[in-house]
């Protein structure tokens, strides 16, 4: 049987990283991670673009919860650590986003704000600018 996709709601994925029996893969790009983040104990950051190429390092045993902005590129994320092997890889559906919603932890370091009219636009705001 292939293996499929497992897509989590926010709440059942704090309940397994908070359990420790999953990781979080923050799939998100580095300049995104700095300013807020997942606040669970086991979180593991590689960018979408690189994780292709790192997923051979990966130990297989470990159940990774992958998760990004959104839950766009997440699924497509899982989706690659199956098609490399992991039989244990899922997507946290509505990504960060919606797990802030909840009200579930998050990290801010408003050091690393953003500033933009819109996503396409990010970039790091400049003190005093």
């Given at each position: 049987m292939e293996n499929q996709i497992r897509?989590?709601?926010?709440?059942?994925?704090?309940?397994l990283l908070q359990?420790?029996?999953?990781?979080?893969?923050?799939?998100?790009?580095e300049y995104l991670q700095g300013f807020?983040?997942?606040?669970?104990?086991?979180?593991?950051?590689?960018p979408y673009s690189d994780l292709a190429e790192k997923a051979s390092g990966l130990p297989h045993e470990v159940f990774y919860i992958c998760a990004d902005s959104a839950g766009i590129?997440?699924?497509?994320?899982a989706q690659i650590l199956?098609?490399?092997g992991f039989s244990n890889a899922g997507n946290l559906a509505g990504g960060l986003i919606d797990w802030e919603?909840?009200?579930?932890?998050?990290?801010?370091?408003?050091?690393?704000r953003m500033t933009g009219s819109c996503m396409c636009q990010?970039?790091?705001r400049v003190k005093n600018k």
């Amino acid at each position: 049987m292939e293996n499929q996709i497992r897509h989590f709601s926010s709440h059942e994925a704090f309940e397994l990283l908070q359990s420790g029996d999953a990781v979080l893969l923050d799939i998100r790009d580095e300049y995104l991670q700095g300013f807020k983040c997942i606040d669970v104990p086991r979180v593991l950051q590689i960018p979408y673009s690189d994780l292709a190429e790192k997923a051979s390092g990966l130990p297989h045993e470990v159940f990774y919860i992958c998760a990004d902005s959104a839950g766009i590129n997440s699924k497509k994320a899982a989706q690659i650590l199956i098609d490399a092997g992991f039989s244990n890889a899922g997507n946290l559906a509505g990504g960060l986003i919606d797990w802030e919603r909840l009200g579930l932890p998050v990290c801010t370091d408003i050091r690393e704000r953003m500033t933009g009219s819109c996503m396409c636009q990010l970039k790091k705001r400049v003190k005093n600018k």
